[in-house]
């Protein structure tokens, strides 16, 4: 044998002996403790489900509560385009609102600074004196005589 071997075979020897039925009652002891605690597993898992189901539905409730508010809004402010409106909260809706709200009065502006710069006036030009600088005397006499028959007719 070995030196090794030897002195676990010494250390076995120098066991003192060990009581079955006290071995028994620690092991059912230690089982029951296993058990138990297997079954405050299982209850804290059931536990932690139903708080995440109750935290779910109380998120989509808020989400849907959102969209309530959003659609009450856009009924108040047709001027804002429903897709520039988005969110999950009222927190949310407000501030996109608020953007939507900005975006349209920036669009406006735009809109009203271009429509300035190419406004023609209606209607025909005012009526002026023809310009006979460039004609002859003879043209000029003509279109007297012209413009004084039409006068008297």
């Known amino acids: 044998m070995e030196e090794s071997e030897q002195e676990r075979v010494a250390a076995v020897a120098a066991t003192p ?8 009652i620690a092991l ?5 403790e296993r058990d ?19 935290a779910a539905a109380h998120v989509e409730h808020r989400r849907q509560d959102a969209e309530r508010y959003r659609q009450a809004l856009l ?11 988005t969110g999950g909260t009222v927190d949310e809706v407000d501030a996109s609102l608020a953007a939507a ?4 009065a920036a669009v ?4 009203a600074e271009h ?4 406004r023609v006036p209606a209607g025909s030009p005012a009526r002026g004196a023809a310009d006979i600088s ?3 005397p003879r043209q000029k006499i003509a279109l007297a005589l012209v413009g004084s028959s039409a006068r008297i007719a």
């Open 17 to 24: 002996p060990v009581d079955v039925e006290v071995l028994s």
């Open 28 to 32: 059912a002891a230690a089982e029951q």
């Open 36 to 54: 138990a605690l297997g079954s405050a597993l299982e209850q804290e898992r059931a536990a932690a489900q139903q708080a995440e189901e109750r």
């Open 75 to 85: 009924l108040n402010v047709p001027d804002v385009p429903p897709e520039l409106v």
């Open 101 to 104: 709200r900005a975006t349209v």
């Open 108 to 111: 406006r502006r735009h809109l």
């Open 115 to 118: 429509a300035a710069a190419a």
């Open 134 to 136: 460039a004609l002859s």
